[in-house]
């Protein structure tokens, strides 16, 4: 499951390889140029927040665009993503409650499949049921705050392997 949060902070993405980064990345990227423009970031980050500010959203490109040319590239993407933050309960908090739709406390496999949606993922109920049941520790059938942390460390684990 990729965790996604708007927020400007330290690592609003945070993705758990680098296939899932390349194809959110080129998701971000709409006109396929291998860059992606302040003007895409801002077209997923409103789709994903629309209450995120264009000063937030510059934020973002400022932090994210490394070597200040106006564009992200792949590798100032994949870097940005597997970033560690100093806030990192509280990006993870934003990402958890990015995913709990209803917010109940918890993630939903049809809460799951619409974020999906969102970032142009195609993604079965029956995939979505699967994914929530790998990570699912209390057999709920839902994800909770602190099986997404468990979670999400575990994939912050095996990135810094690679």
């Known amino acids: 499951m990729?965790?996604?949060?708007t927020s400007p902070k330290n690592s609003p993405l945070h993705?758990?390889?680098?296939a899932d980064i390349t194809r959110v990345f080129n998701r971000f990227d709409a006109?396929?140029?291998?860059?992606?423009?302040?003007?895409?970031?801002?077209?997923v980050i409103l789709t994903l927040n629309s209450s995120t500010s264009p000063s937030e959203i510059s934020g973002m490109m400022d932090q994210i665009d490394a070597d200040r040319d106006?564009?992200?590239?792949?590798e100032e993407f994949a870097g940005f993503c597997a970033a560690g933050g100093d806030n990192v309960d509280g990006e993870l908090r934003e990402a958890f409650e990015l995913y709990d739709i209803n917010k109940n406390g918890l993630i939903s496999s049809s809460e799951l499949g619409?974020?999906?949606?969102r970032i142009g993922e195609r993604?079965?109920?029956e995939d979505c049921v699967k994914m929530i049941e790998s990570v699912d520790e209390d057999g709920d059938g839902f994800v909770n705050f602190e099986e997404f942390k468990t979670m999400m460390s575990r994939s912050?684990?095996?990135l810094s392997r690679k």
């Open 15 to 18: 993705l758990t390889d680098l």
């Open 156 to 158: 912050s684990s095996s």
């Open 70 to 74: 106006g564009f992200i590239s792949l």
């Open 123 to 125: 993604c079965s109920e």
């Open 2 to 5: 990729a965790a996604i949060t």
């Open 114 to 117: 619409e974020i999906l949606t």
């Open 31 to 43: 006109n396929a140029d291998g860059k992606i423009s302040a003007d895409e970031l801002a077209d």
